[in-house]
């Protein structure tokens, strides 16, 4: 069984920094990309920052400059540093990892975190 287990949201004024963890665990073969997503309340879910296996990254317009993700492979858990926050960056924010499984290490499979709360204050 997989399970990627967030950490690190929490309430925050305008202009502050958080750090987001995912950690993942279970019978993993390799890791393959890993990402970050929000949805605010009533809107879509939305691409914040991704990260390949070889640390190449990409990040939405919104959050370039004052983001980072970043990830340790040896702990099989990527971060998300977030600074200057902004009132329009509250959301849940959800982690993702693309992954190949020892018990069928030619397929890749996407898997979700639980969603962490991250609240910016005016």
């Known amino acids: 069984q997989v399970q990627l287990v967030e950490s690190g949201g929490g309430l925050v004024q305008a202009g502050g920094s958080l750090r987001l963890s995912c950690a993942v665990s279970g019978s993993i073969f390799s890791i393959n990309t890993m990402a970050w997503y929000r949805q605010a309340p009533g809107k879509q879910r939305e691409l914040v920052a991704r990260i390949s296996s070889g640390g190449t990254t990409n990040y939405a317009d919104s959050v370039k400059g004052r983001f980072t993700i970043s990830r340790d492979n040896a702990k099989n858990t990527q971060y998300l540093q977030m600074n200057s926050l902004k009132p329009e960056d509250t959301a849940v924010y959800y982690c993702?990892?693309?992954?190949?499984?020892?018990?069928?290490?030619?397929?890749?499979?996407?898997?979700w975190g639980q969603g962490t709360q991250v609240t910016v204050s005016s």
């Open positions: 993702n990892a693309d992954l190949r499984l020892i018990r069928d290490s030619g397929s890749i499979y996407r898997y």
